[in-house]
C-alpha cells in the first residue's frame, strides 16, 4: 500500500517522501515542480503534475495502491500571497477541491493536511492553543483556513478521516546533507542568514527593532523538519488506527526571537553574521509560540531537536553541500 505525498518535491514534502524511506513505507510523489525540485525526491515514484487536472490524479490513484494521502502541494509565501491572491486561491483552495473529488472517485479515505501558523493572524494568547480563533492576515493563511474547513466538511459528508498540521516555523533539513530548504525565491530568516554568509547576498536585514519583546526583535517558534514529518508519520498511524479527525499545531513551544537565531547561525557556522536593521515588515506578528500539548497527549509527539544551534547546523550542512541548491 502507497502514501501519496502531493508537493513531494518541495521543502517538507521531500522531507517526508525521505521519512516514509526510511519507515519502510512507499511513497508516490505528484509534484508540478513550480517551486520543488526534481532532485529533491529521493526515493518513491515520481509524477509530473498538477493537482488542479483530474486526468493527472486519476493517473497516479489508478496507477498505484493509495491508502493515504499527505497533501503538501500548496503555493506558501505570504508576500506573495498578498501581491497575487488569485494564485493561492486557485492553486490552494481549488487544488484541494480537486484532489478531495479524486479521493472520493477512488474511494481513499485518510488525509494529512499541511496547514500553518499563519490561519491564527495575531492571537491574544501565547502560548497559541489549537482552539485559539483563527483570524489569518494573509491570502495565504486565509486559504490554508479555507482548505482545513473544506477538508472539515467533506468529512462530515462522507468517510473521509484527516488530520490538520498546522506549522510553526519549519527549518533545518535532513541529517545526510542532501535535501534541505531551497526555494527559487526565499524569504524565511534561516536560509536568508545562510545565503549571505555564502556571499550569494550582499545584506541581511532585520526587519523591525522596536517589538514589545525582550530585544525588540519578533519571536518565532522554530521546528526542525525532521521533528515536522515524524509528526505526519505519528497522524498516518493516528488514522490507521481509526481516530477522529483532528487538528494539532506542531512547533517546539519555544521562542527565539531574530537576534537569537542571527547569534546561533554564528555558532553554527563559526562565521560572524554582521546585519543591518530595518523598518518592520508588513504584516508580521510580534510573537508565534505554539502550545504542543495537545499533539504530545494525542499523537504522543514532540520535539527532539530543542536547540537552534542544531537546527541551522544541519540547514548549512545542505547549504555547504549544494551551494547552488538543486540547480
Ligand atoms: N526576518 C528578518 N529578516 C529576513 C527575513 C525574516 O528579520 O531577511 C524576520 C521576520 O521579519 C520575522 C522572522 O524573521 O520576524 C521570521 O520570518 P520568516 O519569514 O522566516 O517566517 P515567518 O514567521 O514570517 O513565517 C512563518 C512561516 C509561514 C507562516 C508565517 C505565519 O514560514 O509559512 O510564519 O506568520 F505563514
Redesign the pocket.
Known amino acids: 500500500m502507497a502514501v501519496l505525498v502531493t508537493g513531494g518535491a518541495g521543502f517538507i514534502g521531500s522531507h517526508m517522501v525521505a521519512e516514509l524511506i526510511e519507515n519502510k513505507m512507499d511513497p508516490v510523489v505528484l509534484d508540478n515542480l513550480s517551486t520543488g525540485n526534481k532532485k529533491a525526491v529521493t526515493g518513491g515514484r515520481l509524477y509530473l503534475g498538477d493537482i488542479r487536472n483530474p486526468g493527472d490524479l486519476d493517473k497516479v490513484f489508478s496507477e498505484n495502491d493509495i491508502e493515504s494521502v499527505v497533501h503538501f502541494a500548496a503555493s506558501?509565501?505570504?508576500p506573495e500571497s498578498m501581491a497575487d491572491p488569485a494564485k493561492y486561491y486557485d492553486n490552494n483552495i481549488n487544488g484541494t477541491l480537486c484532489l478531495l473529488k479524486a479521493m472520493e472517485r477512488h474511494k481513499v479515505g485518510r488525509l494529512v493536511f499541511s496547514s500553518?501558523?499563519?490561519v491564527?493572524?495575531e492571537t491574544e494568547r501565547i502560548p497559541i492553543t489549537e482552539d485559539c480563533p483563527a483570524n489569518p492576515?494573509?491570502p495565504?493563511?486565509e486559504t490554508?483556513l479555507a482548505m482545513e474547513r473544506m477538508i472539515e466538511w467533506f468529512s462530515r459528508a462522507g468517510t473521509l478521516k484527516y488530520v490538520s498540521l498546522r506549522?510553526?516555523?519549519?527549518?533545518g533539513a535532513h541529517p545526510s546533507g542532501e535535501i534541505g530548504e531551497w526555494r527559487p525565491f526565499e524569504?524565511?530568516?534561516?536560509?536568508?542568514?545562510l545565503q549571505y554568509l555564502l556571499g550569494m547576498r550582499d545584506r541581511?536585514?532585520?526587519?523591525?527593532t522596536d517589538y514589545d519583546t525582550k530585544d525588540g526583535?519578533?519571536?518565532?517558534d522554530y521546528i526542525h523538519v525532521s521533528d515536522l514529518v515524524r509528526a505526519h508519520t505519528a497522524a498516518l498511524k493516528y488514522l490507521e488506527g481509526g481516530n477522529k479527525p483532528e487538528i494539532f499545531n506542531l512547533g517546539m513551544g519555544r521562542g527565539f526571537s531574530?537576534l537569537e537565531?542571527i547569534k546561533a547561525a554564528g555558532e553554527a557556522t563559526g562565521m560572524p553574521v554582521r546585519?543591518e536593521t530595518?523598518k518592520?515588515?508588513t504584516?508580521?506578528?510580534a510573537v508565534?509560540i505554539a502550545s504542543n500539548e495537545k499533539a504530545a497527549k494525542i499523537l504522543g509527539w514532540k520535539t527532539d531537536i530543542n536547540d537552534p544551534v542544531k537546527i541551522i547546523s544541519d540547514a548549512w550542512n545542505f547549504y555547504i553541500r549544494n551551494p547552488k541548491g538543486y540547480n
Open positions: 506558501s509565501i505570504v500553518t501558523a499563519a491564527y493572524g492576515k494573509s495565504y493563511g490554508k506549522y510553526f516555523n519549519a527549518c524569504t524565511h530568516l534561516i536560509p536568508i542568514i541581511l536585514y532585520v526587519y523591525g526583535t519578533c519571536i518565532r531574530v537565531i546585519y530595518a518592520r515588515r504584516g508580521d506578528p508565534l
